[in-house]
Every structure is written in structure tokens, then in C-alpha cells.
């Protein structure tokens, strides 16, 4: 060999060489372990990657891994890597790390393979590594591992109970497989009634994107929220949960002494189902903890009906749309005695989906949702400003009637309305005593005097005699026409007019004024151009009502908005002018920069919020209203969930 070696030209070796020369040389410039700076944020999506954020096993479950020598099988066989590891946390030699990793590999296996046993049990490993029983290893409050689990065990729920088309999820009591056994969950039925409603279909929204609205409110915790649709049980007396109203609810999945079942075949677990509106929190192993709710997504589905927003120019030209539903006064909640009720009323061609980011922003503060509770009047508003104002006097004293027949409830008498342009009209309309001062701006005759049928006179009565309702101690005017819209004077105003369709008794009762028309001093004819003539600057009625002052007792406050960065003064919001919307005698008067459609500026809303603080504190301190105020979810003896 040597003499072979030796015989071999000095050009064979030379390749061979110059490679170990190169070895030398680059030895000290690349080191087989090193560190290179980069910028914060792919350092911290390398260090946060997770099942749900990068659709791979966190850094901290792939270190698990290796430290078991699973991590070429569970490349290859993951079914088999987490049947291995299930083992080795069940008898006793895993820790949390291993509990918590298993809830990342099962959430994926199920997500790749859709095998629902792999979506429950990925719910019970995040239970147990969020609440092991005493003598296990607890989780760090710093743990950044803690929301992973909250989120896996949401989403497993979700995933384990999805119905056949995965839109809805299903809770019903039975045994359930999972990788390793069964589980025999028990449903609580009591959660699935709430008031006089019960629930007949569950949304999920954990994983929705949320649009239209502005602020999104998720408060983070265990469960997984969710969206109840309800019926009624029996007829509903007083005040009408909205027909298309969903409830934030949140179903929790819960198992003593987790971390020991595991060890088992056969495990137990209970089911609950929490309504959100009444209940911020739960008690697992002794503790308060925080239950999650996304109630803006909750909003989100009821406001995402086409119906909806649909209904708002049928609502305008068809005079009767209103009339035929049950109600028109509903509540997105039940009716809660020693709440005080804010009545939000809309404007023209417009729907109680208008306040959705101010129902969102008010909602999501204790110091309102624990004190209010929120009603909306839906009518036609094409038909005159009198007569919905009529409709809506009426509404509320049915209310207060059927509610509260005997008088015991005083937050029922401290109601606040809250209108949005004609809807700050039918306001106004709820808090003056107009005594013969609208009528004899409008004929010349006493109405006894005047030819008309008695259902005809009898409306008139109703709509034009106005006196104050006792209930109402404060009213909110948003972009009111106090004085009309220089809109309605455009000739395109009268041609809308034309197709007004309104309802049979306000046509019979103008027909019976035209043919005594003398009597009059305004066109009876005008009636039929509903609210469009009702908002005309020179309208007598709208005038006088400008005129009336307010009753004493009842605060008022005006928000009036301004486009542009002009002069408040000669001033308008695109569709009714700043002096139009002044009332002098007021509260407050608040100026907003914004167009005629405000109710959802942020400005807006905070200065309905400062009102309704005000009004809380005036109240409250007289009367024992509304419940103590919910524990604050960031503010509970629990889990940090970050």
C-alpha cells in the first residue's frame, strides 16, 4: 500500500488537500453553533410560533420532543408520537410541559386528519395543564403558554362538538371517543334557559372576522363563547327580546382532578353553558376565573342580517311595515327591574342598526351595562312625526303598564330617550305639554267642532294633545331637526313624497279634513306627504313644537354636529343646519365635527356615555337602582390568561 501510495502522482492529492486547507481556514469564521441579530419582530414570531399561529408545534413542544426522542416519529407517525407521550404524562413521569404539548400535537392532528376525538382531547389536555388537581405542577402566571391553552381549549370544544356541516356546535350528554378512551360528558340543561327564552342554536364566533363595527371587545378567559339564538317559551308581556337577538354565551368543558384522569380510559366531564350577560365568571377548583366573551361578535351576527338594513327604505315608503310586527319596542336582553331603560330611537330612513358602535362602546362598560338596560322603537318613518310620536307614547306606557303593574320597580320611571334626528322629534314628543297649541296652529275650529269620524278625531286627539310622560326624566337629541331640513324643501323631496304609501287610518282621517278644508289653516292634502312635510322649516306643527319648552323635571341635552372646521354658526351636517338643531334651555349642548350620521363617532358616543354617567349618578343616589356592578374580568382572583 505505501509503495502504491507512493507511486501516486503529487496532481491526485492535490483536490484533498486544498479542501482541508479550506476547512482550516473557515474554522474560524463559522462556528457550528451561533447567533445572529435580527429584528424584533421575526425573533418574536420564531419564539411565538404555535399550533394556531404558525400551524406547527411551538419551540418549547418541539424541545418536549426531543427530550423523549419522539420527534422523527411524530414527524413520521403523529398519532403514534402522541399516543407515546399520553403514556408518558398519564403515568407520571411528564410534567405540564408534556400536558400542554399534547394539547398542541392533538389540535393539529385533528385539524390535518378532521378526527373530532383529537379536537376533545386537545380541550381536556389544555384543562388539565390549566387546572391540575393539587399535588401537580401548576403553570406560571408568567407562562406565556396559558393563552395558548385557553385558545386550544376554545377551539377544541368548538371543533368536538361542530354539527354535520360545521356552522353551529351541538351539546348533547353522551360518551365521547377520544385517542386513548372515552368521555362521558354530562350537559347542564339549566344553561340552556335564560328568562323566558330558550336557546334552540349555538354560533360559535371564536373564529370570525368582525366587520362594520369599530372596536371589537373580546375579554380573555376560559370557554368558548359563543352566539344563542332563543325563542320564547311563552308570550312575552311588556317588552320584547328582538326577534333576530342573539346571547353571548360561553360553554365551559370541566373535569375533576384532570391530570389523574388521564391515567384512566374512561373519563368524566360536566358541561356548562353560561349566559355572558348575566355571569362574568365561574369557580374551577375553588377559584374565581374569568369566562371568555367576544360579545361585539356576538352584535355582529344580529346586525348581519340583510333584513335588516333592507327594511330601512321599506320602512320609510311602506307606512305599515312597522305596524305589522308583534312589536315595535324590543330589548336586546330581558327585561331587568332596577335597570333604568334608555330608549334609542332611529331616524329617517333608518334602523336600530344604526346605534351598533354605540351599543357596542356603552355595553362594553360596567358602569352602564350594570345600571341600564336598552330598548329600541322601530317605526315607519315616512308616516307623520306626530303619529310615531304617538306610537312610541303609547309603547312606553304599555311597557311601564305590563312590567310593572304594581308600581314596585322606580327605575322604570327614570327612563332616558335618546333620538337621532326625526327620531329626536318623536324625543321631544315624549317630554312637552303641547296643550291646544299645536292644534290651533293648524285650524281655525276647536276639534270637537270639526266633521270628522270619531276614529279620525280620536287619532288626532293622540297625536296632537301631547302631555309628558311621567316616566321619562332625561332626553338625548343627536342631529335633531327641532326647527326642519333645509333638504326637505328640494323639489326631490316632493317627488318622494308621491310614493309614500301610509297607513289606511292617517289616509281616511286626511280625506275627512280635506273635504273640510276651511276649516283648516294648512293644506289638509299635506298630511298625505307624511314625514318629509312634518320636517319642512315651515311647517306650523314642527314650529310650535320648536317652541314648547320642555316639562320641568326633565333634563335635556343636545349633540349637534357640524361638518368642516368652520363657524359653528351658518353651519350644517349636510342635512340639517346648526341653528335648526339649537334649543335653548338645554343641559348641555355638545358640538361634534362629523356629518348628520353621528351615532357612531367616537366623540358621540362619549358624550351619550358622560350623560348616562351623569343621569346613573342622579338617580342612583335617590333610588337603589340597577345590580352591583360585575367583577371586572381583568380584575378576578384567577388564571392570567395574557
Request: aromatic share 8%; charged share 20%.
Amino acid at each position: 500500500m505505501v509503495g502504491y501510495m507512493m507511486k501516486r502522482s503529487p496532481l491526485h492529492i492535490l483536490p484533498a488537500l486544498c479542501c482541508i486547507i479550506w476547512l482550516l481556514l473557515t474554522a474560524g469564521c463559522q462556528t457550528p453553533v451561533g447567533v445572529e441579530r435580527v429584528d424584533a419582530g421575526p425573533a418574536q414570531r420564531q419564539l411565538t410560533a404555535n399550533a394556531l399561529t404558525a400551524d406547527e408545534l411551538s419551540p418549547s413542544a418541539r424541545n418536549v420532543l426531543r427530550r423523549w426522542v419522539l420527534s422523527e416519529r411524530y414527524d413520521d407517525d403523529p398519532a403514534g408520537a402522541i399516543a407515546a407521550l399520553h403514556t408518558i404524562a398519564a403515568d407520571g413521569r411528564g410534567d405540564e410541559d408534556e400536558v400542554i404539548t399534547l394539547a398542541e400535537m392533538a389540535y393539529l392532528y385533528g385539524e390535518k386528519t378532521n378526527q373530532r376525538p383529537y379536537f376533545l382531547a386537545a380541550a381536556i389536555y389544555s384543562f388539565a395543564f390549566l387546572f391540575p388537581e393539587k399535588g401537580f405542577q401548576p403553570p406560571s402566571p408568567y407562562d406565556p403558554r396559558l393563552r395558548l391553552a385557553a385558545d386550544l381549549y376554545s377551539l377544541g370544544i368548538i371543533h368536538a362538538f361542530a354539527s354535520a356541516d360545521d356552522t353551529t356546535v351541538e351539546f348533547k350528554s353522551g360518551d365521547y371517543q377520544l385517542p386513548f378512551g372515552w368521555v362521558r360528558v354530562a350537559v347542564n340543561p339549566s344553561g340552556f334557559e335564560w328568562h323566558n327564552r330558550r336557546v334552540v342554536v349555538l354560533t360559535p364566533v371564536e373564529e370570525v372576522a368582525v366587520r362594520g363595527l369599530a372596536n371589537r371587545y373580546r375579554h380573555p378567559g376560559i370557554g368558548a363563547p359563543l352566539a344563542a339564538a332563543t325563542e320564547r317559551i311563552i308570550a312575552e308581556s311588556g317588552i320584547q327580546v328582538a326577534p333576530r337577538m342573539k346571547l353571548p354565551t360561553t360553554a365551559v368543558l370541566r373535569l375533576d382532578a384532570p391530570r389523574r384522569q388521564l391515567a384512566q380510559r374512561d373519563l368524566r366531564a360536566t358541561l356548562d353553558l353560561y349566559n355572558t350577560h348575566d355571569v362574568a365568571a365561574t369557580t374551577i377548583a375553588g377559584k374565581s376565573v374569568p369566562l371568555e366573551a367576544d360579545e361585539t361578535a356576538v352584535l355582529a351576527y344580529v346586525l348581519a342580517s340583510p333584513d335588516l338594513w333592507e327594511r330601512e327604505l321599506k320602512a320609510f315608503f311602506s307606512g305599515v311595515f312597522s305596524e305589522s310586527a308583534p312589536t315595535q319596542l324590543a330589548s336586546i336582553d330581558a327585561y331587568r327591574p332596577g335597570r333604568i331603560p334608555v330608549v334609542f330611537v332611529h331616524g329617517t330612513a333608518s334602523s336600530a342598526g344604526r346605534w351598533g358602535d354605540m351599543v357596542n362602546d356603552l355595553l362594553d362598560d360596567p358602569r352602564i351595562r350594570d345600571r341600564y338596560q336598552f330598548w329600541f322603537f322601530t317605526y315607519d318613518t315616512g308616516n307623520p312625526v306626530l303619529y310615531s310620536a304617538a306610537l312610541l307614547r303609547e309603547a312606553l306606557r304599555d311597557a311601564v303598564r305590563k312590567l310593572d303593574p304594581a308600581g314596585t320597580d322606580p327605575a322604570l320611571t327614570e327612563m332616558v330617550v335618546i333620538g337621532h334626528s326625526q327620531g329626536g322629534l318623536l324625543a321631544k314628543a315624549m317630554v312637552v305639554d303641547t296643550g291646544d297649541r299645536v292644534w290651533e296652529a293648524i285650524a281655525y275650529k276647536p276639534i270637537d267642532e270639526v266633521r270628522v269620524s270619531p276614529e279620525g278625531r280620536d287619532l288626532l286627539r293622540r297625536a296632537v294633545f301631547i302631555k309628558p310622560l311621567p316616566y321619562v326624566r332625561r332626553v338625548v337629541f343627536i342631529a335633531t331637526p327641532h326647527r326642519g331640513s333645509y333638504l326637505t324643501e328640494y323639489p326631490v323631496a316632493e317627488l318622494l313624497g308621491r310614493f309614500l304609501t301610509l297607513p289606511v287610518r292617517i289616509v281616511r282621517t286626511a280625506a275627512d279634513l280635506a273635504r273640510n278644508a276651511g276649516d283648516f289653516k294648512v293644506n289638509p292634502d299635506n298630511l298625505g306627504s307624511g314625514s318629509l312635510f312634518g320636517m319642512t322649516p315651515n311647517n306650523p306643527v314642527l314650529q310650535t313644537m320648536a317652541a314648547t319648552p320642555i316639562a320641568p323635571g326633565v333634563h335635556a341635552h343636545s349633540i349637534i354636529a357640524v361638518a368642516g372646521n368652520g363657524p359653528v354658526e351658518g353651519s350644517d351636517d349636510r342635512v340639517v343646519e346648526y341653528s335648526s338643531s339649537h334649543l335653548e334651555g338645554v343641559d348641555s349642548e355638545y358640538i361634534v365635527r362629523s356629518t348628520h350620521s353621528t351615532q357612531s363617532n367616537p366623540y358621540t358616543i362619549e358624550e351619550v356615555r358622560r350623560i348616562l354617567l351623569l343621569h346613573a349618578a342622579e338617580v342612583c343616589a335617590r333610588i337603589a337602582c340597577g345590580t352591583p356592578p360585575s367583577p371586572s374580568r381583568t380584575g378576578m382572583q384567577a388564571l392570567t390568561l395574557h
